[in-house]
């Protein structure tokens, strides 16, 4: 605050610390020489900076609103997506869904109702109250037309059930899973969850569906690890998966009644041995990879049947040993391509590039391997122009010399190439 000085034509006498917005109030000073013969008669000049005195804006009642902790602080924000977040916050910190009310925003609430924790017990009456939420989502509508028929409206309460479906997980009460619609898959993903945390296989014959029965089963067996529970299946490719996740669960390959289960097995267990057993020849080419990769084993490529298979396997692995001869090894044309750029690229040999008879694939280890070492000389050996204004537009730019851009002959490449 200023000096209070009678050499000012005016004098400041006050600043509002309450009001957000800096105002300034004066009194002439002819008026002061005056003041012990007058009663203190001042002309006030109010000079609101800001365009108000004393107002708190949306984000001023936000944050009291989250500091307090108040939802009622909310209602004054004049902004719609600045009112919503604050309730989703609030009813968040708070764990209370009636929160979520306030939102105006359809989808920001149905989010609310989904994500606030509920800390309350099962079969409060706090949690019944909080059910009845969901019965607020209103069911989407939706007009679907068909080519040869008449359009047909379809509803659907995909997020109502997903509210009773979070509920029923937070609060691991099935009376939620009651709740969701028969046509939805999540009534039975809603009852199989709860009997493998609650340990009670039961809620699994709540289930009418085979797929979420069967889903059931398998993540009781799971947790107890006892494949006996599978049988209980009436399906037997769900049987036969159900054993398979039972296998993995115990590293037990014995159990294994699929492709996969062996393949998994497999590669964490690094046995080929159980690659072989696999029916699937892109699942035994894939398994036998994986190993090969993890312990750097080129026999094991060997035992790949398919020929393009092995060929991968065997780039891989050369990717660290950038081992020429290997790339000579490989009968397929682009794979041996790439083993040969790896090189070229791995060990700054531009001169495997030249062993590359495609004119493309020639041009394009030419280019990765000028842009490794920053070398022109290799921008020029690139036939495709558009390619060869690439790999000279890479080095200037990384050089920061644009005059490289006058090497090239393409008039359309060098003006590209000086707009860096």
């Not at 020489?33 to 001023?60: H, I, N, P, W």
């Not at 059910?131 to 028929?149: F, Q, S, Y």
């Not at 999540?186 to 029965?213: F, T, V, W």
């Not at 036969?240 to 998994?264: F, G, H, P």
Request: glycine share 2%; net charge negative; with cysteine.
């Amino acid at each position: 605050m200023p000096d209070f000085n009678l050499n000012y034509p005016y004098y400041y006498l006050q600043y509002n610390e309450d009001c957000k917005n800096k105002y300034f109030i004066w009194i002439s000073k002819n008026l002061v020489k005056d003041m012990g013969r007058y009663l203190a008669l001042a002309l006030v000049f109010v000079v609101a900076l800001c365009g108000c005195v004393g107002e708190k804006t949306d984000k001023d009642y936000y944050n009291i609103a989250i500091e307090k902790e108040d939802p009622s602080v909310c209602d004054k924000i004049q902004n719609q997506s600045i009112r919503d977040t604050c309730y989703y916050f609030l009813a968040k910190a708070k764990g209370n869904l009636t929160i979520c009310n306030g939102i105006h925003t359809y989808h920001y609430k149905v989010s609310c109702y989904h994500e606030v924790p509920i800390t309350t017990t099962p079969t409060t009456t706090r949690e019944t109250s909080q059910g009845d939420i969901c019965e607020k989502i209103e069911p989407e509508i939706r007009t679907v037309l068909h080519t040869l028929a008449p359009p047909e409206t379809i509803i659907t309460y995909w997020e109502r059930d997903e509210c009773y479906e979070t509920l029923a997980l937070k609060t691991n009460n099935e009376v939620f899973c009651d709740k969701i619609s028969t046509t939805s898959s999540r009534k039975g993903e809603c009852y199989a969850i709860l009997a493998m945390r609650r340990d009670q296989i039961h809620l699994c014959d709540k289930i009418s569906e085979i797929k979420p029965l069967s889903h059931c089963y398998q993540l009781i067996a799971e947790s107890k690890l006892n494949e006996s529970i599978c049988d209980l299946i009436n399906y037997q490719p769900e049987i036969d998966i159900c054993y398979s996740a039972v296998a993995k669960k115990k590293q037990n390959e014995s159990l294994c009644r699929t492709d996969m289960c062996l393949r998994d097995l497999g590669i964490s267990k690094k046995r080929p041995d159980l690659c072989a057993k696999i029916k699937s020849q892109s699942l035994r080419s894939y398994c036998f990879t994986e190993i090969a990769v993890s312990m750097q084993n080129l026999s094991i490529c060997d035992m790949i049947d398919e020929q393009y298979a092995k060929d991968v396997c065997y780039e891989i692995i050369n990717r660290e040993r950038l081992n020429l001869s290997l790339c000579y090894k490989i009968k397929t044309d682009g794979v041996r391509f790439e083993c040969f750029t790896d090189i070229a690229w791995g060990k700054d040999n531009i001169s495997l590039c030249e062993i590359i008879d495609d004119v493309r694939k020639r041009d394009w280890c030419y280019q990765g391997a000028a842009n490794d070492i920053e070398d022109l000389s290799y921008c020029k050996k690139i036939q495709e122009p558009v390619w060869k204004g690439w790999c000279v537009r890479h080095i200037a730019e990384k050089t920061k010399n644009i005059d490289l851009c006058n090497s090239l002959e393409d008039e359309s490449a060098k003006y590209e190439c000086k707009l860096q």
